[in-house]
């Protein structure tokens, strides 16, 4: 059986930095692609990053770029999301999700093994 536990979120004052982590347990963590989502009150899912397992393949959602950095470490079975400059728009529930797809896709339909999800909200 597949479990994601996401841990890290938190209350933080915009500009803050904070570190989100997923471990993956129950699957071959090194040939799955690992990706962040999020999600707002009233809104739909959306992409965040991803990482591919293929290489070092990364995708971002241009909202992130350049702020956020996805990684992982396959010998902890674990994947991160670095998110640095945070902004009050960026307060969400955040998913991890896994893959066993080679190429990074970016539709929630596409990771069919999602974490319970962790919440980060940013202040003014």
């Known amino acids: 059986q597949v479990r994601l536990v996401e841990s890290g979120g938190g209350l933080v004052q915009a500009g803050a930095s904070l570190r989100l982590s997923c471990a993956a347990s129950?699957?071959?963590?090194?040939?799955?692609?690992m990706a962040w989502f999020r999600q707002a009150p009233g809104k739909e899912r959306e992409f965040v990053a991803a990482?591919?397992?293929?290489?070092?393949?990364?995708s971002y959602a241009d909202s992130v770029k350049g702020r956020f950095t996805i990684s992982r470490d396959n010998a902890k079975n674990t994947v991160y999301l670095q998110m640095n400059s945070l902004k009050p728009d960026d307060t969400a529930a955040y998913y991890c999700?896994?893959?066993?797809?080679?190429?990074?896709?970016?539709?929630?339909?596409?990771?069919?093994?999602w974490g319970q999800g962790t919440q980060v909200t940013v202040s003014a």
């Open positions: 990482h591919s397992w293929t290489g070092s393949s990364t």
């Open positions: 129950g699957l071959t963590f090194s040939i799955y692609t």
């Open positions: 999700a896994a893959s066993v797809r080679s190429s990074i896709a970016r539709a929630p339909n596409d990771y069919p093994h």
